[in-house]
């Protein structure tokens, strides 16, 4: 991962709250420890050992897994459009960027077997909800886009089952 955080420059087109969300969108993922959720993943197998315990790997953990990577992606792809002055993205980018922790705290409470999975799997599935339809407005034309939209109505099915 660079160590440099790129800060977006606004643009007339763009409104101060989207810039300011937009540039939290990137400090908030590089502070989250955004590969927690995969270290924590990759670490699932350390506890098959336990079968009292039985698979903490579950159908909505890979789905909240793959919607941290994918919105990853998509707000470094969003602010390397704002850094060309493309400002389309900023309201994706302000949506992926509540969506990615949101997801990121719901895995670690899932795996944990929370007591508070199920009020935070309210607030993640909201959430993913918004961030599903704000990429879906540019999925036409980034792929990334579709990628997070797909992977947030994966979680929202998930949490639909659980």
Known sequence: MNDEM???TPSPGL???NFLA???AGATLFASG???AQASHDMQGMH???GKHGTLQSPLTDA???CVAVGTRCVNHCLMAFKEGDTELADCAAS???MVPVCEAMYQLTLASSTHAAAMGKVCKAICEDCEDACRKHEDKHEVCRECA???AAVVKQLKTA
């Open 6 to 8: 790129v800060t977006p």
């Open 15 to 17: 409104s101060r709250r």
């Open 22 to 24: 937009a540039s939290a």
């Open 34 to 36: 955004v590969g927690s």
């Open 48 to 50: 098959g050992e336990h």
């Open 64 to 66: 909240l897994s793959s």
């Open 96 to 98: 992926v960027a509540d």
């Open 150 to 152: 797909d992977a947030c």
